[in-house]
């Protein structure tokens, strides 16, 4: 006669067996789950781990790159930063002036503070075998010649720029950095469920254990790392994702949400017309956006195109890099095109918040400083996962060796 061993225990205990039985099939997922994790975090992190250092300590430099480019130049400390030009007609004539050989449309920085002028020329000659490497001037508002010179990519704060977004390797730089972007969101969300404590163990979770051995002190330095910044690190990691790929991400915004495109037509100077002076441009943005504040100005060519003076509103994320722009003919005088950086679509919208929230300048100094300090997480983090990995080693070869020992 066979004798059922939970018939043997009676009902209550039968219950539990079965609850312990269902317990442990439900836990085997779990651990295959946390085992996959693990492996690709370490493996993550071996591999993209030193781009994730080297975006991050190159990221917080250059959240403050123009401060830091006008501290490197001598030339432009004298000029006072509240000074203004006469007018940005006698900005551009000076450009003509320093420049004659170039035709080709030019692009004048307002900025917030005043100072020397920075201006760049798009299609240099000189560089057109690069992907990107625009002629930077910079102009004395009030002498009106030009202070410094150099195309991007030859100092430093546009070096770091390019060795940032694309590796110094143009736009397959850039393809590369969004990959290992991907890589290293899934490193950070790897992290987070890895360490994720279980129900009543939070306070031990995140705190730092007194006494412990260095192999646990550096495992609370990293945990602790990657909870700090977490919330930064995966706004700029996703941002960065973006900024990088315009190719993919452009295309497929388009599709769900129309991006906007200037209708302007083709805008041809005959060379003996009287062109629209850019203080008179300027003046009719202005009239049709009366509190926003210039930002840029973009003139035509000398053969064709048509100003596009780009205005900052209140509301707009960036006020570098703002996206209300009018489009005015250069003899008439006529609008050809707005657009409105406060009413674009979903995805102008999104587009219009990548840069600022990636720089931090979204969220005003407060955010600068707050992305400057977050770059300086993934150098942590590579180096205690290092060491943690290391010590991982060591044990499992100390094991090894005590059971062939034994």
Known sequence: ??????????????????????????????????????????????????????????????VFYPELDRGLHPALRPVPAAGRPPSYEAVYQALLRAEPGRSGPWRIEVTETGGPIPIRYYWPAETEARSFAPLMLWIDPHALTVLRQAFWGDYLTTWLYDLHYRL????????????????????????????????????????????????????????LAGLTGLVPLLVVVVTGVLLSLPGVVRPLLDRVSPLHVPVTGSVHLPPEGRRLDLDAAVAVARQRFPTAELAWIETPGLHQGAYRINLWQPGEPSRRFPRTNVWVHPLTGRILDVRDGLRDRAGDTLLAWLHPLHSGEAFGMAGRWLILLSGLVPPVLCLTGLLRWRHKCRARRASVAGKAGS
């Open 1 to 62: 006669m066979t004798i059922r061993f939970s018939a043997l225990r009676g009902p209550a205990s039968a219950g539990r067996v079965r609850a312990g039985r269902a317990l442990a099939v439900r836990t085997v997922p779990g651990r295959m789950a946390r085992a996959l994790w693990g492996w690709l975090h370490r493996w993550l992190g071996l591999s993209v781990g030193l781009l994730f250092v080297l975006a991050g300590l190159t990221g917080s430099l250059l």
């Open 168 to 223: 110094l390797l143009g736009a397959d730089g850039a393809i590369i950095m969004g990959v290992a972007g991907i890589g290293q969101l899934l490193l950070l969300l790897g992290g987070l469920y890895l360490w994720w404590p279980a129900a009543g163990k939070w306070r031990g979770a995140l705190a730092l254990k007194r006494g412990a051995s260095p192999q646990r002190r550096i495992y609370d330095l990293h945990k």
